[in-house]
């Protein structure tokens, strides 16, 4: 395992991201205890510090669990976890972006996660109601309180995120030096606005369901897993996704690995800035995603895997990579230009 400097920080975070969504059976399809402390435990042992949860995850329990399995040696752990979305529902300001139920969220984080303060706070999504400045300056006060080290935000439109940061260097605050999105071979959306921006930014983006909801692990392609989160029903089992899904067992096969380490694989040599948050309900899972760190995907099989699952980049990003708006910019130069990134 090796590391990565978070955004413009100095924090120090493994390559890839411990998921605990999966930590308890609260929802009904997760681990239980003795079983997350063992994905926990390969986790370390092959290195990785990194873990992400949230208040909302199996009502709870995901952050209990992490807490009690970090115990003694916190200050070895990077904990990541996020607020938002909805713990009371019996009056309206138990839910959202606001600095009310940010500090009640953040309080109850604590004393589940066991710990004096946390590494990363995330914005868990957007609730196109709170201004970017009151999400800013309540995480800014918790910096100063100590009770944050950094922040991030997470299922957020590009526009949100780039005038966030804006306001936070004009007026001397913390930034987002994070930002969690879906992306995979079958969720390329974010090819078009967002990880742009983040790349603009010098934020690290971590990657939510980088295996597509178990599509891309090549189970699928043989039977529906009626105990997971995909079925025929899901907007992701459909054509397109399965011939991706398919293209990736191919590899899989030629190569002698599985198709989740494909598939990881692919996702990590799209931009060095992206660490995969994996997730395990299993332990052969976790160690079978852990191997994707051993191997690389060669050039040839890239290009097969983006021409399976490419995406249409839309309005200005593919107007603007055309030859004649490029030869009208830039007068027959572009060539020979050196471009700063």
Known sequence: MR??????????????????????????????????????????????????????YTNGTSEKYLGEFVGQERDKFVLATKYTLIEDSSHPNGTGNSRRNMMRTVEASLKRLNTDYIDILWLHMWDFTTQPEEVLRAMNDLIS?????????????????????????LRGWEAFAGLQVEYSLIARDVERELLPMANDFGMTTTIWSPLGAGLLSGKYNKEIDKDGRLTEKSVK?????????????????????????????????????????????????????????????????????????????????????????????????????????
């Open 3 to 56: 590391y990565k400097l978070f955004g413009k920080t100095g924090l120090k975070v493994s390559e890839l991201c411990l998921g605990t969504m999966t930590f308890g059976e609260d929802w009904g399809t997760g681990s239980d205890r003795n079983t997350s402390k063992e994905v926990f435990d390969n986790f370390v042992e092959a290195g990785g510090n990194f873990f992400d949860t949230a208040n909302f």
């Open 237 to 341: 089992y459909n054509s397109k996704n399965l011939s991706i899904a398919k293209k990736v067992v191919e590899i899989a096969d030629k190569l002698g690995k599985s198709p989740a380490q494909v598939a990881l694989n692919w996702l990590r040599a799209q931009n060095k800035n992206i660490i995969p948050i994996i997730g395990a309900r299993k332990t052969n899972q976790i160690i079978d995603n852990i191997k994707c760190l051993d191997w690389q995907l060669d050039q040839l099989d890239l290009e097969l895997l983006d021409g399976e699952s490419a995406i249409d980049l839309g309005f200005p990003t593919k107007f603007l990579k055309e030859a004649n708006p490029i030869q009208y910019a830039f007068g027959g130069w572009y060539d020979k230009i050196d471009q700063r990134k």
């Open 145 to 169: 309180q100590g009770k944050v080290c950094y922040i991030g935000i997470s299922d957020t439109p590009a526009w949100v995120v780039a005038k966030a940061n804006t306001i936070a260097e």
